[in-house]
């Protein structure tokens, strides 16, 4: 359970928690900018963001209209944002790796009234919002101290107005606009579990425009957490000098990166003294790792469940054992309930696979413009239904075993893909793996690898990895098939692109 607020006081919206938060966090840090070195406490951020939101509100941008953040991770991201919330705007992210198609339906779903611009982006044709590009934001965001204590926020802003729109990553289709309200915000502070506590200084390395960061805005404010940002591309000696110098408390990464960097001859040197806990993000890390990661950085690890409809779900603590870790996502967060069922919407029993569905105080209110799409993603009694497929082992963790539309039928038996991945991840030659279901004659389908090995020069064997998977699961969840590769193709959320491997 996360511990007290570094803000004390209740509010409504993220604009009255941001002025009451400048008095009492003011002069702690809340961003790092590690390429380009830059710092800024929290107060200097207000004196950035709220001449923004001045200029903005002189050229009509106000309560309830919505504004798009169209720039790289950075502390102008973050800028754009505050600057949003403090009209009562509605802030949207743009993940600028998205393509031209994923960007148009964006636009064409929020209908921005203004646009925070990087130059490398290109606005789709036939959308007109007032544009503020990056190089003005030095002029426009010029840090101004006076205009903080005067500022009035919209007198008929509420808690269940919409704050923040959040996009999904568009691997099944155009992108959906999950859409969260200032409640929705607050709560994410309360069912955060271990990874937060008050003045925490994270490591970031993610898209921001993500539900990593547009999802914990309130979080930052309330908890004073330092936000470091990592340069990208990542690499591991960049991410080692950091989590040292830095004085990280709270670390998140992805197995392979956790991987490369305890492989790094400095880890032994370095100074991990800070460091109170890990994450482990987007994919399963091995019992292994996960105790390598203890020995190593002296800091228990983490694993969560979350999805862009409900920044907060299900994790596990930091006192269970790598296995824990390794084969579930824990136990649903404080205030979340679980249901998983079958293809009736009726509950499965524990032990058996279900579809999972969600009630929470963070799980979206719809999305955003799609009337049909959000009747789709709620249940009659309300709860969100998840694409996701898992079940729950004898002591309440949940274990996912993969999505919808992944399973694949292979001679008439149901095979989840993560769950051979998983144990495909176990076996010492690989450093990870992706599993898909290709169509053949005669059976049906059939599940081809794409393993990535710790050693390419020598690789496992198709005969290896079956004999692997057979001794820990149903002889036909086997790989018929393994493509060998450097690396697995990622989305711009930095999971796996199973459209890109299905091709």
């Known amino acids: 359970m996360s511990g007290p607020s570094a803000v004390t006081g209740t509010f409504r919206t993220l604009g009255e928690l941001i002025l009451a938060a400048v008095d009492q966090i003011g002069d702690h840090e809340a961003f790092v900018e590690v390429a380009t070195g830059e710092r800024v406490t929290f107060r200097e951020l207000a004196s950035r963001f709220v001449p923004l939101a001045s200029q903005l509100r002189a050229q009509g941008v106000g309560h309830g209209d919505l504004l798009a953040v169209c720039l790289p991770p950075s502390i102008d991201f973050a800028i754009a944002c505050y600057a949003g919330a403090m009209l009562g705007a509605i802030v949207t992210g743009v993940n600028t790796r998205l393509g031209p198609r994923e960007i148009s339906a964006i636009f064409d779903r929020c209908q921005p009234a203004a646009v925070v611009v990087d130059p490398s982006f290109h606005l789709p044709d036939g959308h007109h919002p007032l544009v503020i590009t990056r190089a003005e934001l030095p002029r426009l965001a010029k840090p101004t101290t006076g205009l903080l204590t005067t500022w009035e926020l919209p007198a ?70 330092t936000f470091v940002l990592t340069p990208n591309p990542w690499s591991a000696q960049v991410m080692l000098d950091v989590l040292s110098t830095e004085r990280i408390t709270a670390g998140g990464g992805v197995p392979t990166q956790w991987a490369k960097l305890l492989d790094l001859p400095a880890v032994a040197q370095a100074d991990f003294s800070a460091l109170r806990i890990c994450l482990a993000a987007t994919a399963p890390a091995a019992p292994e790792l996960i105790e390598r990661m203890r020995q190593t950085l002296g800091a228990p690890v983490i694993v969560r469940y979350a999805m862009t409809e409900s920044p907060s779900i299900a994790g596990t603590r930091t006192d269970d054992p790598p296995e824990v870790q390794y084969r579930s996502v824990g136990r649903p967060q404080d205030g979340v309930r679980l249901r998983l069922v079958d293809e009736r919407g009726v509950e499965v029993p524990h032990g058996h696979v279900g579809r999972v569905r969600v009630s929470g ?24 239904v998840s694409g996701d497929l898992g079940y729950l ?4 963790n949940l274990v996912l075993v993969g999505r919808l539309g992944d399973m694949y039928i292979r001679g008439g038996y149901n095979v989840y893909p993560l769950e051979v991945e998983n144990v495909l991840a176990e076996h010492p030659s690989v450093v990870t793996a992706a599993v898909i279901g290709v169509a053949t004659p005669v059976i049906g389908e059939i599940g081809r690898a794409f393993v990535v090995p710790v050693d390419p020069a020598n690789p496992p ?35 796996v692109d199973k459209a890109s491997l299905s091709k």
């Not at 994410?188 to 960061?213: E, K, N, Y």
């Not at 082992?393 to 309440?396: H, L, M, N, T, V």
């Not at 098939?481 to 930095?494: C, Y």
């Open 361 to 384: 105080p963070c799980v979206m209110r719809g999305y955003w413009n799609d009337p049909v799409m959000t009747a789709a993603a709620f249940d009659e009694q309300g709860w969100l």
């Open 461 to 495: 064997t198709l005969a290896d990895l079956r004999t692997w998977v057979a001794d820990r699961l149903a002889d036909y969840k086997r790989p018929d098939e393994i493509v060998l590769r450097d690396s697995l193709p990622l989305t711009a959320m930095g999971k």
């Open 156 to 225: 008929a802003q509420q808690s269940s107005d919409p704050a923040v729109i959040i996009w999904t990553s568009g691997t099944t289709g155009v992108p959906k606009g999950a859409w969260l309200d200032h409640a929705n915000l607050a709560a994410a502070v309360q069912t955060a579990g271990d990874m937060t506590l008050a003045f925490d200084r994270r490591l970031s390395g993610i898209p921001m425009a993500h539900a990593g960061f547009m999802a914990k805005l309130w979080e930052q404010w309330a908890m004073a957490i």
């Open 393 to 396: 082992d004898p002591d309440g």
